[in-house]
């Protein structure tokens, strides 16, 4: 049973690293809405990850994260790099999807879930020792979770888009 805590308890915190940045934009608007990637293109020509991986929004997770850490009993410091790493494996993601002629903001589904889900739970097993079983279960709870979500903040006017 403390396994299927634990896994509740990384699932609500890779829940409050990816919301964070659709929380962040609702609330700044444009402001401080920097592309990681500067707007710059890669060698094909195309965006390295596009508008929509902002600064603010990889702060927003690593501060998200940080800050609700403790309330699931980690140390904020391991949330806010649990919050770093599920916004790097969003940033490969699109930075795959890319390479695939998505386009920014374009849905890919399991592409884009299981690099910011994995990577953080991978990253972390060993200091938070965190069962194989445990990332398997939070990687597809995410996977089947995050679809959902984004279409019910998308209801909510907190998404331009459905998914």
């Known amino acids: 049973m403390e396994t299927f805590w634990l896994g509740v308890r990384l699932l609500l915190l890779l829940t409050a690293a990816n919301g964070a940045p659709i929380l962040f934009k609702g609330m700044l608007g444009e402001y401080w809405c920097v592309p990681i990637d500067f707007g710059r293109p890669f060698l094909d020509g195309r965006p390295w990850l596009g508008p929509s991986k902002t600064w603010r929004g990889l702060a927003a997770a690593v501060m998200a994260a940080a800050v609700v850490a403790p309330v699931l009993g980690f140390p904020p410091d391991v949330g806010a790099l649990f919050g770093l790493l599920a916004m790097t494996g969003d940033a490969l993601s699109s930075f795959v999807k ?7 903001s374009g849905q890919s589904f399991g592409i884009d879930q299981i690099p910011e889900s994995l990577l953080p739970l991978l990253a972390l097993q060993h200091a938070l020792a965190i069962p194989w079983p445990v990332i398997a279960g939070v990687t597809l709870a995410f996977l089947l979770m995050e679809t959902p979500v984004a279409w ?6 907190l998404r331009d888009r459905p998914y």
Not at 98 to 104: E, Q
Not at 152 to 157: D, E
């Open 98 to 104: 890319r390479r695939l002629g998505i386009a920014p």
């Open 152 to 157: 019910l903040f998308h209801r909510m006017g």
